[in-house]
């Protein structure tokens, strides 16, 4: 059972100031851009948050994944996009490195990833293929421990400000996992172009860009052949990133959802003593509470090294993804026309929350992994 220590209280009232203070006041104009401002997590990392999970005795803070989802649940409560670069750096690419490069590889990145001044992307999804990584089309061409890559890839979240791209490519002509490799691309390096198209429906400042390859040069992670068993060991923490950056835009829905409810007057009284209106706040509470539950759990499965912690954090992904859809729908209609409107914030939410039961999974896709992990 999950209960917060003093050290991860003050962690995450520290992030919810910053966020509240630093953060939320730009994210409507991060939205609007499309794009992310120069600098923009200068400030994150210097409050030492991407390490904070990598361990101690190679740079990091060794705080843990639960440490990691209260910081990252308070800066999806501000913005969800920046909640996503963030997040696919803690829970995919530092652990990629972290638990599957070489000792050269981990020698030459981890102190730079720990401290920000490189952020990391994931890149494995192409048009034909997403969870089918057997379709994958990109490949690469192995010279010792490198790689020259030929492919492309969509929806990489973060490709615009992520300087390092973990890309899964095949290494044989095989059409099945076991052909599959990932690799550590250079964004600026000879033979990768980033594509800012298309525009996605949420998340717009974090993007969802093509990224081309032609000739890249990639360094592998792991061995040749293994991409597709370290996507599954790392399929728990992607999951953990999702349900976070979940109950984060769940929280900021609600919490909007009741201020206005309690401002808002329709016939002489605030339009919270309307009964239709209680309850829909009663369901997004009661939603938020389960879904904060069911994260915090798996991460602290996660940090204890249970056995159990994929589908944990599979089920935490599914409700989470789909409790903040329908606290962010139910914000929308609190706020009645309003809430279609850009002059308020809950629309963004709403379009952001969408895309949590779509990316790292489908909800559908969550449901078959804890169908087969509890009949197994």
């Known amino acids: 059972m999950w209960r917060l220590d003093d050290e991860q209280r003050m962690l995450r009232d520290t992030v919810q100031q910053f966020a509240r203070e630093e953060i939320a ?21 210097e409050l030492g948050l ?14 843990g994944d639960l440490a990691a989802v209260l910081a990252v649940e308070e800066l999806a409560a501000a913005c969800g996009s920046t909640a996503r670069v963030v997040a696919t750096h803690l829970f995919q ?3 990629a490195i972290e638990s599957f490069g070489s000792d050269a590889l981990q020698a030459e990145m981890l102190e730079e990833l720990a401290a920000g001044t490189s952020l990391g992307a994931i890149a494995y999804a192409e048009r034909q293929a997403g969870c089918d990584l057997g379709g994958l089309e990109t490949r690469a061409q192995m010279s010792g421990e490198n790689g020259t890559l030929h492919g492309t890839k969509t929806y990489v979240t973060g490709a615009g400000v ?4 973990v890309v899964a490519a095949k290494t044989s002509e095989e059409r099945n996992v076991h052909a599959l490799s990932l690799f550590l691309v250079d964004r600026d390096g000879e033979g990768v172009t980033v594509d800012g198209s298309p525009v996605s429906l949420g998340y717009r400042a974090a993007g969802a860009p093509t990224v081309m390859l032609a000739g890249a040069k990639g360094r592998l992670i792991g061995e040749v052949g293994q991409g597709a ?7 728990g923490r992607a999951n953990l990133g999702a349900a976070t950056i979940a109950i984060g835009v769940a929280k900021a829905a609600y919490t909007q959802g009741v201020e206005y409810a309690k401002t808002r007057k329709t016939f002489d009284v605030p339009i919270a003593e309307h009964q239709a209106i209680a309850f829909k ?20 499965a996660a940090d204890a090294g249970d056995e159990s912690f994929g589908r944990s954090a599979a089920i935490a992904k599914l409700f989470a993804t789909e409790a903040a859809q329908r606290c962010s729908f139910e914000a929308v209609q609190i706020f009645g026309g309003y809430g279609y409107s850009q002059e308020y914030p809950v629309e963004r939410m709403y379009r952001d929350a969408r895309m949590g039961t779509l990316s790292d999974g489908t909800s559908e896709m969550q449901r078959i992994a804890i169908a087969e992990a509890s009949l197994a």
């Open 25 to 45: 006041p730009r994210a409507a104009e991060l939205d609007s851009k499309k794009a992310f401002p120069d600098g923009w997590f200068d400030a994150i990392a």
């Open 229 to 235: 068993p370290i996507l599954h060991d790392l399929k």
């Open 50 to 63: 991407f390490g904070m999970t990598l361990s101690e005795d190679k740079g990091g803070a060794g705080l």
């Open 281 to 300: 706040i009663a369901d997004m509470a009661t939603d938020l509470e389960a879904a904060r539950a069911l994260v915090y759990q798996a991460a602290s």
């Open 162 to 165: 992520c300087r390092r791209l």
């Open 93 to 95: 690419v530092v652990p």
